[in-house]
């Protein structure tokens, strides 16, 4: 239950930045984006991208065959946040998962954040506590890793 929590707060954190570019919105034709949108959730949810630490949206873009204007725009529209704030909180996600995890506790918060896709350690604990409110070692301790 306190897993299922951390991660509807995670959904909720809201990037200020999706509140502008109202213009590249208008812009967006709507059937070629909702393409890109579906096609977006498919890299980052089955390839994992995010795990990259050096994959960014001008790889994407190349790979998804467009511009990163564009698929700036599209991730503003559909996701409501910048394209560095989704593949954060598909990190962060799964972060959270890892760190409730048996498996993994023998794994220092450094590590994990490797692990998902952070190039260095404040980095993790910046978008952590952004997303979940909490230190990671606090969730480690309160999700009850043994």
Not at 27 to 36: F, R
Not at 87 to 115: C, F, H, P
Request: hydrophobic letters at 35%; a positive charge; aromatic letters at 12%.
């Amino acid at each position: 239950m306190e897993l299922r929590k951390l991660q509807t707060r995670i959904l909720s954190v809201q990037d200020e930045s999706s509140l502008r570019d109202l213009n590249y919105r208008k812009q967006v034709n709507q059937t070629m984006a909702k393409e890109l949108y579906l096609k977006i959730k498919q890299v980052i949810q089955e390839k994992k991208v995010y795990r990259d630490p050096t994959y960014s949206a001008k790889d994407m873009a190349s790979e998804l065959n467009t511009n990163t204007r564009y698929l700036s725009a599209v991730v503003n529209s559909f996701f409501g946040k910048s394209y560095s704030s989704l593949i954060n909180e598909y990190r962060i996600k799964e972060a959270v998962q890892l760190l409730s995890d048996k498996r993994y506790k023998d794994k220092t918060i450094k590590e994990i954040g490797e692990m998902v896709g952070f190039a260095n350690r404040q980095s993790f604990y910046t978008a952590f506590f952004k997303y979940v409110g909490e230190r990671p070692l606090y969730v480690r301790k309160r999700l009850s890793i043994d």
